[in-house]
């Protein structure tokens, strides 16, 4: 009973038979067309799944912290972050994970802070940067994931500029 509108969209490459026939081995035209189709999904599906973690309110985002990772003298990142788990709810059921989603910058600035590495064994004596899987472990997570994927904000037709999907 209501009014609407249908609007057909999707991405498409074209590919033709003659590109196929003239390409050299190993070059596949069509393969790489999907592909790339495929990466420009990819891409769309993270920028949305970034849109909505990095929305104020939006699940347990915790921005609070007093200072950057970076800083090490000043931040408290394990705080912040114990911060940020007891502002979730609980899950509802037990297929439920506990997942805290990083850009790049910010988990390497966490990957190396001593705070961090004062959680391995012998008190962080042990050299190097943490890993994903042993900080999740260390701060009761099921998880970490970091993204590096970057989009083009330029209008098309002028040069790219690139920034990072995740702030």
């Known amino acids: 009973t209501a009014t609407y509108n249908m609007v057909d969209w999707g991405l498409k490459a074209v590919v033709s038979n003659r590109e196929i026939s003239n390409a050299d081995q190993p070059l596949k035209p069509l393969e790489m067309r999907i592909q790339s189709l495929q990466y420009r999904l990819w891409l769309a599906h993270e920028i949305r799944v ?18 950057a990772w970076s800083n090490h003298s000043t931040s408290t990142p394990i705080k912040d972050i114990q911060t940020g788990i007891a502002a979730m709810a609980a899950g509802a059921d037990e297929d439920t994970e506990l997942v805290m989603g990083l850009a790049l910058e910010a988990w390497q ?5 001593p705070e961090l590495l004062g959680l391995r064994a012998g008190g962080g004596g042990e050299k190097g940067i943490m890993r994903p899987d042993e900080t999740a472990a260390a701060l009761g997570l099921d998880r970490i994931v970091v993204s590096d994927m970057q989009k083009n904000t330029a209008n098309r037709g002028q040069t790219a500029s690139y920034s990072r999907v995740w702030s």
């Open 50 to 67: 970034a849109a909505v973690l990095d929305a104020s309110g939006s699940y347990a985002t915790t921005a609070a912290g007093t200072a």
């Open 109 to 113: 600035a966490l990957s190396r802070h």
